[in-house]
């Protein structure tokens, strides 16, 4: 592995250790030339489906996107990334699940909903507002009330 602070390729494993979920291995590395140590992560590369837009184009299933849309939705809430990298993990598993060759990005859009509202329901308007698009207060105040009417249910 390429050394990120002098470029060397050498280097030696110092420990490695697996995730809790058992996904990822960490491994710390100390570099044979410049002797600083650096840490790498290793993940089984899944084949994800390719993702269908709103326009029909198709891209392939990018994690960091999801996981960008939920921090900038969940900015200055008390919510962790790693609980973010949570909701990313579980809606790529479902995938995986699912087996299939495309997905609408639809689908990843209501996950992604889903996940917030059961998080928080701050974030959770924030995102539904850029991902629905609302076109006036109003349709943001339904949704509002949505919330309201289904936290009186409980």
Avoid: H
């Amino acid at each position: 592995m390429k050394c990120p602070f002098c470029g060397n390729l050498d280097d030696r494993v110092i420990d490695s250790r697996m995730s809790k979920e058992g996904d990822l291995i960490r491994r710390r590395r100390e570099c044979l030339g410049c002797e600083r140590r650096f840490t790498s992560y290793e993940r089984i590369e899944d084949v994800l489906p390719m993702v269908v837009k709103k326009d029909a184009r198709r891209e392939g299933f990018e994690r960091y996107k999801i996981l960008s849309g939920l921090k900038k939705a969940c900015e200055k809430r008390p919510i962790s990334t790693e609980t973010l990298e949570g909701i990313v993990d579980g809606i790529e598993k479902r995938l995986l699940e699912l087996g299939v060759k495309e997905i609408q990005s639809t689908w990843i859009g209501e996950e992604v909903m889903n996940a917030l509202k059961e998080l928080d329901k701050v974030a959770y308007v924030r995102f539904a507002s850029v991902y629905r698009q609302f076109k006036d207060i109003n349709e943001l105040m339904d949704e509002v009330k949505s919330l309201f009417e289904a936290k009186k249910k409980e």
